[in-house]
């Protein structure tokens, strides 16, 4: 049970993301240490390697020292628990073993002073296509308004393979991609940079167990090899999947970066969060039956600013209007055979809710360019113009307290 | 320029895959040694940790002192051509270095007492569908036999990302993977195993080059990032394909196993082999363009063994057919900035030939069950059976010499 009344002695401010019922982790670096594990609060970093070198948790420090987190995720859920709890403890306003040690210097840096690196060494990377608003949208806008759902979409959380090599972590800074295009009267494709350059608002989780060939995950146990989540940019270049995803699905219109947020929260500071999702109708094949609720009230907001601008606010969502979860999702994955390993990541799919405003990309809140957006300084966009900058950000909610994501950040650079 | 009349003073029989003109490399382990790199000639292994750690070859032996090829491969193909010609030499009928030395007995293992592993590390796997052949065999098929091509088809190599994790070095055994199908006539999908299970005739490059996100490589470097090539058996579902891949591409249906040969035939060996592939028409776009010709005359052959009977040859295809080459391949998969790393895999797509005994797949060797094959043992077969065995073999010949990939088989299990 989290106790929301909990105090840090850390300074942490009413917005702050990273409160002490959160504690998420991540890999930072100083100019004077190297990558290392650190634990977010406020906006300060517990340099997790520093604990346990001076014997505040009893961890081998090895776990510590290093530029990824899957040696400690390895160790799954469990350890995890264990040193997040011992973390509250030594943060909580009543202890002074830390507050008050020689050491607290060397152990609290500041953010500031910091530089993220990718929390994980990610193995294979899968995005699921869940949310039914944004599914809806996108058949009502390519297809059929009447069918805007495909036959098999109720029945199983549709998925496809990613690209893992091209995930990377804010703030990041990405070229618009170029690539073959094809206009609808155009006899042939023509190459150059995408006209189309769309963000898609995800959340992705990441697995801590690695499972042999052949074995599958029941639904019951799914959680147990869900470590926690991040938010995740799915950059998409509209044009070029439109003409290359036939029969095969997308490529190269969203290999070129994908970008997540550096503090991976966990399962356990999001468990108060948990809420029920949409009702699933169709009833789902039994191995897909989860035996409890299984979504988590997580609102999410995206923000675009022009070069030189102000960032505004252009959509905001939750990570509840999923229909299907993440347990369904990594029970499908696994159902046929198919082995997992510790650092794969699982993105959502864009999370669009079903008013105007809650829709999780520019071709669906501009529906398909119709309906420009008007930013800060007046200007406006049917997709993502060189310069403008993607702001995610995620928290959940509770008595006051927030337990967040951050942000994943990244500004668009001209193509090369 | 290749001696194909250099002997070895190892023995290589004729019909060896393995001869002096090969010697493709690969990881391997005994009962007495760890896991490490070895090269293939005749049914020997050459030990190539134990060369070093001899002072026969003149590379630092951490290189060979592991279980994976990557940290060998990221040298570069000089590195790979260099200590292949020391080998070359050290190898020849007239060199009697090893062949005298008293180390000889611990360098040359006998391969009937090896145990083959994964040759590398796999970060990012890729799949093409690259052979015209099979594309239209599918097309005419599913879709339209007058309009069996779909329009972007011939004006890019398309491609789908697909799951690393779950690709296996050969002999292996694969158990049938269950998932959701879904009879035309039936109201909603049902779950159990796949009964149309089938093989992939495919081959794949391994690329040696680390690339940043943003860099693309022309097509005149694609080369230079291709480190050497294995078989792929992209085993496939055509039951659970069907019902799950629109709109975003198989999945499921393919991450359940991929089957590979355990020696990396290097490109410096596939050289003398290169050819002209098919015409390409319409032109491709300027990025495309190929300044030599980029194919390779390689045999290739499947057989099917039912459970206690002989092997019996189904198909026999060439690489050659393939419409789209491994440069063009790479170049598209980078032109928008994907990045790449040593040890990605990028197979080929089933590889069918023109005429009916050279499709690469039981899907259009039976026709989609509507021309059973009858193997040795009198059965009929649509697709693979539990208990069946599929043997796949390449070999590129030229003056009675071979140059050979050995055999990627697997062996189906009933599901769990």
């Known amino acids: 049970m989290t106790d929301f009344s909990l105090q840090s002695w850390v300074e942490v401010t009413q917005e702050s993301d990273f409160t002490i019922q959160n504690l ?80 607290r210097g060397s152990i609290m840096v500041n953010m500031s002073e910091a530089t993220m690196h990718m929390p994980v060494q990610v193995g294979d990377y899968t995005d699921f296509y869940s949310s039914e608003d944004h599914a809806r949208n996108v058949g009502t806008m390519f297809r059929d308004p009447n069918n ?13 393979h990613g690209r893992a090599s091209s995930i990377v972590v804010s703030p990041a800074e990405i070229h618009r991609p170029k690539g073959q295009t094809k206009a609808d009267d155009a006899a042939a494709p023509s190459f150059g940079p995408t006209r189309l350059f769309d963000f898609e608002l995800e959340m992705a989780f990441i697995t ?41 699905g997308p490529f190269l219109a ?46 999410l907001e995206v923000a675009l600013q022009p070069e030189n601008g102000e ?13 299907w979860n993440m347990n369904q999702q990594l029970t499908h994955q696994t159902v046929n055979g198919c082995n997992i390993n ?23 809140l501009t529906w398909r360019g119709t309906k420009p957006i008007t930013l800060s300084d007046g200007s406006e966009r049917k997709f993502m113009q060189d310069g403008d900058t993607c702001i995610m950000r995620a928290h959940a909610e509770k008595e006051g307290v927030r337990v967040g994501f951050g942000e994943a950040i990244v500004k668009i650079l001209p193509a090369t």
């Open 24 to 103: 998420p982790f991540g890999i930072f670096s100083t100019q004077k240490k190297s990558a290392r594990v650190g634990v977010a609060i406020g906006n300060k970093i517990v340099d997790v390697l520093e604990l346990a070198n001076n014997g505040f948790i009893d961890f081998d420090t090895t776990l510590f020292d290093t530029d990824k987190l899957n040696d400690f995720m390895a160790l799954g859920r469990p350890a995890a628990s264990k040193l997040r709890n011992r973390l509250q403890e030594l943060l909580n306003e009543n202890n002074d073993e830390l507050r008050d040690s020689t050491h």
């Open 254 to 299: 969203k290999n070129f970066g994908s970008v997540i947020s550096p503090w991976v929260v966990t399962m356990d500071a999001l468990e108060p969060f948990r809420t029920k999702g949409y009702e699933q109708d169709p009833e789902v094949l039994p191995y897909l039956k989860p035996s409890k609720d299984a979504n988590f009230d997580i609102h």
């Open 311 to 323: 960032a505004q606010t252009i959509c905001t969502s939750n990570y509840k209007f999923m229909y």
């Open 208 to 248: 801590c167990k690695q499972t042999k060939l052949g074995e599958s995950i029941p639904i019951d146990e799914a959680e147990n090899a869900i470590w926690g989540m991040v938010i995740f940019n799915d950059l998409s270049a509209r044009d070029i999947q439109k003409w290359e995803y036939v029969p095969l």
């Open 342 to 364: 510790v650092g794969d990541m699982y993105a959502s799919g864009t999370i669009s809710g079903p008013e105007e405003n809650q829709y999780g990309s520019m071709l669906e």
């Open 148 to 160: 805007a759902l495909l036959p098999n979409w109720k029945h199983l959380p549709v998925g496809y």
